[in-house]
């Protein structure tokens, strides 16, 4: 069991890194940069192993920015951290690694649970990345499985279609294949 001051701190780096982690491939480096963490209120309930943050919630690590009204985030009794981010529309926005490209996520809710490493984004929920967009009522992502699933009916609200655009790859761009190094064979050396 942490200390009670250490909960916050605590809450807030499993929010971050778990939030972060659905972002697919999400940039490497901002699990080691400083979390920071702004709300109108903030309340711990370490019995519970509860945390709640709430007006106008901001959380930023690196390039990942998450913006909500509410947040609350418990950890189960193995030590897995489950967040809720509650907002009209909760956000996320998170560079991807190696690409100048930016991954953003909105939902009315966005659920993550660390055990599964599966993000939700409830009612009203879209994704963009780059170019490519997804809508739907609900939209998950379990980053272990790498499965995706986007579905108009699931969720709250009334349902609706899933709506997607995706951008044409541009032609005869192949990926670059790694280069090539050339070494003597040592059986032919003697």
């Excluded at 009204?69 to 489950?82: L, N, S």
């Amino acid at each position: 069991m942490s200390p009670p001051e250490s909960k916050p701190a605590l809450a807030a780096c499993a929010l971050a890194l778990c939030l972060a982690a659905g972002a697919a491939t999400a940039e490497r480096g901002d699990r080691d940069k400083p979390i920071n963490l702004e709300a109108d209120r903030v309340t711990v309930d370490d019995a519970k192993q509860v945390a709640v943050f709430e007006g106008n919630v901001r959380l930023t690590q690196g390039t990942l920015t998450i913006r909500a009204d509410r947040v609350v985030v418990r950890e189960d009794k193995d030590g897995y951290q489950h967040a809720t981010a509650y907002g009209q529309p909760a956000h996320l926005r998170q560079k991807r690694d190696g690409v100048d490209e930016w991954v953003e996520g909105w939902g009315e809710r966005m659920e993550y649970n660390s055990k599964s490493e599966q993000i939700e984004f409830h009612t009203q929920a879209r994704i963009l990345r780059g170019k490519d967009e997804v809508r739907g009522n609900f939209i998950s992502y379990n980053s272990i499985t790498e499965f995706f699933q986007a579905d108009g009916a699931k969720g709250s609200g009334p349902a609706t279609r899933v709506r997607a655009v995706i951008q044409p790859k541009p032609r005869g761009q192949q990926p670059a294949a790694p280069p090539v190094s050339i070494k003597p064979a040592e059986s032919l050396a003697q």
